[in-house]
């Protein structure tokens, strides 16, 4: 699953770091979804989309 992640923490100018404590997950586990090496469980993807005020389809895209 593709998601916009990066882009949106780079807009906000936070670091991984960060990003991870605002959602209480390690820095690792935002790397590996930037990466798209990990797909967030649904209740992460929850907290990710209200973080940011988008709806959960306006953060992770399906591949093509």
Not at 13 to 42: C, F, H, M
Request: aromatic fraction near 8%; hydrophobic fraction near 40%.
């Amino acid at each position: 699953m593709n998601n916009r992640l990066r882009e949106l923490r780079e807009a906000r100018a936070w670091s991984q770091g960060e990003l991870a404590e605002r959602l209480q997950v390690s820095r690792q586990t935002i790397n590996a979804l930037e990466t798209g090496k990990y797909d967030p469980s649904l209740p992460l993807a929850f907290r990710i989309a209200k973080l940011f005020a988008l709806r959960i389809e306006d953060v992770f895209l399906p591949e093509d």
